[in-house]
């Protein structure tokens, strides 16, 4: 029943599987680089708890880029533990505001997700190492 | 010599005993020739995905198939099978899949070399992916957790295609010999219906395999294009001409041609016992021309205090290397959940610098030489001298300490379920915003957007689930180490019983200060 056309068959549909990915495999936000990000944490490093981050937006020519929608992502580096989420406000030209509450003592990877007021999105990541109380 | 003259004999039900094969609709499926393959498809599929997404997509492990899928998912889900049922893992093994399809376009020509014929490779690398997890922290890179899983294909596909029969399942595989200690705690087991049915069968296909007279069944240029030819001799073909698919095979001057193989692992249906070396992969089931053989319930971990002999295997007493796998699988548990607790960097940094060095390597060495030699070492040797003292045993210390091991399967069990129960708990719905950023990452957006507040029970429901895990393991353990004793010395049980009980109580002591020690996840270097 399962004879050298069936092994055939299944070779061919595991490429056409794996050529799927590859080729519709690119990153939907492609990092701007006519963008400036900086961000700062209060406290500095970020421990366990509440954290305020505050990320500033700048053009090239220094402009700070005022309207845009932040929004905060922290994850574990080990699958499957709760994210943090939260977003921010802006409280001052190009510069947002936002808590986001770390739960666990360990490595934490913090995602900016950024949409530009022209509908532009960016994604900037932070690693936060050895995160303790 | 094929079974094409027997006449089936409806096996004697036994109602004590739960038969999955029996089951209306279920066990029809898992009687199905294909079923196995049944089960591999899926797996495979996913295997390949998982496979593409670790080594092409985000290398944010909490939003990587590779990662999530392997270290919260399959590692749970996997534990609870053997807990809940049996090694049915094995049995959708997509790397077996893999191997057969190979097995069609060539086919191994060695046998296991005699001398690696036991449970030391496996057990040096069952180590060796321990440490390699915790030195690399392959829970936080979905590029080398894709790597290790395709490394693993690729392995299988060199071990079994050297070797014949299933040499890489009963020798080398790691997760098998997982698997296999675990499912002694199972409550099923592939098992003969009726010995008195297996008593009167002259062809014993569960083990050779069912064969046809090819000269009367079958021209070889009949057979069909999925029928690999092997030459076989005469003794060889006694025991195990059992490869993939139907087989043409000659034995001395008749051909012949297998139609179904019998079992891979070497397990005699009739002489097996319990589920060590079962991949429960039914083949036996198959190929029992009398419909003979089962799923059947049992009483988990029952086989561990068994002093039969056991086919394919010998006598557990006298294994060292399993008993060591058991060790392993035992203390490895603790090892494996002390490298997600805040202590192990403390313990770092203090060997870091009493030894001046900043690699983590032998500094993560030290811990498991800790762990995996002195720890039972000090435990095993000690319960084994008191044993021998408090009863008078003239039996040696290592011969008592290779025997008692085996109770500490059911601790060790207890321990992994906790762990890696407590990340497929908490993290049970993450699948569901990762396969839906996954799809959207190749322009698949009906799924929606990925939903990632999903998770999973909160911790304060997980860790009474984990205490309960772990205490059943610690029961198991003493009802175990209870049983050996009494076998020991039926008039003084207690002071066998003792040692080993009290070796369990700290095994467990141990268990529960380390899940109420606070999690770190760190995947980085030691200090850094």
Known sequence: MFGIRSLRILTSSLCLLAQFPLGGCSKPNQKSSDVNFRFES???????????????????????????????????????????????????????????????????????????????????????????? | ???????????????????????????????????????????????????????????????????????????????????????????????????????????????????????????????AILFVYELFDLWSSPYWTAAVALGYFVTVLLVDGLFKHAAFCKFVCPIGQFNFVASTLS?????????????????????????????????????????????????????HILNAGATHAFNGTQDFVILQRGCELALFQPRKVGNMDCTFCLDCVHACPHDNIGISSRIPGTELASHSIRSGIGYFAKRTDIAALVVVFCFGALLNAFGMVSPVYVVEAWLGKLLHVSHEWPVLGLIFFAF???????????????????????METM???????????????????A????????????????????????????????????TGLAMRYVQPIELGFLFLGFAGSLVIAHQLAEEDSAEHPMRAFLPWATVALIICAASVWLMFQPMEMRATLMGG
């Open chain 1, 42 to 133: 209060e406290p500095n490093p970020p421990h366990v708890g509440p954290n305020i981050f505050v990320v500033k937006l700048n053009a090239k020519d220094g402009t700070a880029l005022s309207g845009a929608h932040v929004s905060l992502e922290g994850d574990m580096s080990h699958p499957g533990m709760s994210p943090a989420i939260s977003d921010t406000k802006e409280v001052g030209a190009g510069t947002y505001r936002g808590d986001l509450n770390l739960a666990m003592r360990g490595d934490w990877i913090v995602e900016f997700h950024i949409v530009l007021a022209d509908g532009r999105k960016l994604e900037r990541e932070a690693e936060l190492r050895n995160v303790k109380e």
């Open chain 2, 1 to 127: 010599m094929a079974s094409a003259g027997v006449n089936p004999t409806a096996a004697i039900p036994n109602t004590d005993e739960v038969d999955l094969l029996r089951w209306p609709v279920f066990g029809n499926i898992l009687k199905w020739k294909h079923s196995r393959t049944l089960l591999q498809i899926p797996l495979l599929l996913v295997s390949v995905v998982m496979i593409l997404h670790g080594l092409l997509g985000t290398q944010i492990a909490p939003k990587n198939l590779a990662t999530v899928l392997t270290w919260v998912h399959f590692r749970g889900a996997l534990v609870l099978v053997l807990l809940a049922a049996g090694n049915f893992f094995c049995l959708a093994c997509p790397f077996m899949l893999v191997r057969n399809a190979a097995r069609k376009l060539f086919t191994p020509r060695w046998n296991w070399p005699q001398a690696l014929r036991n449970k030391w490779i496996s057990v040096g690398l069952l180590i």
């Open chain 2, 187 to 239: 409550p099923l087991e592939v098992k003969v219906r009726s010995h008195a049915i297996c008593n009167r069968c002259s062809t014993k296909d569960c083990i050779r395999g069912q064969r046809a007279d090819a000269a009367v069944t079958v021209r070889t240029t009949d057979v069909p294009a999925n029928v690999a030819s092997v030459r076989a001799t005469t003794a060889a073909a006694a025991t």
């Open chain 2, 372 to 394: 995996l030699v002195i720890e039972p070492a000090i435990l095993l040797g000690g319960a084994a001298w008191l044993t021998r003292v408090l009863k008078g045993s003239t």
């Open chain 2, 399 to 417: 011969p008592l300490a290779v025997r008692y091991s085996y109770s500490l399967a059911p601790l060790g069990f207890g321990m992994w379920l």
């Open chain 2, 419 to 454: 762990h890696y129960g407590f990340h497929f708990f908490t993290g049970l719905l993450t699948i569901v915003p990762v396969t839906q950023s996954a799809a959207a990452s190749v322009g698949i957006s009906w799924l929606g957007a990925p939903r990632w507040t999903w």
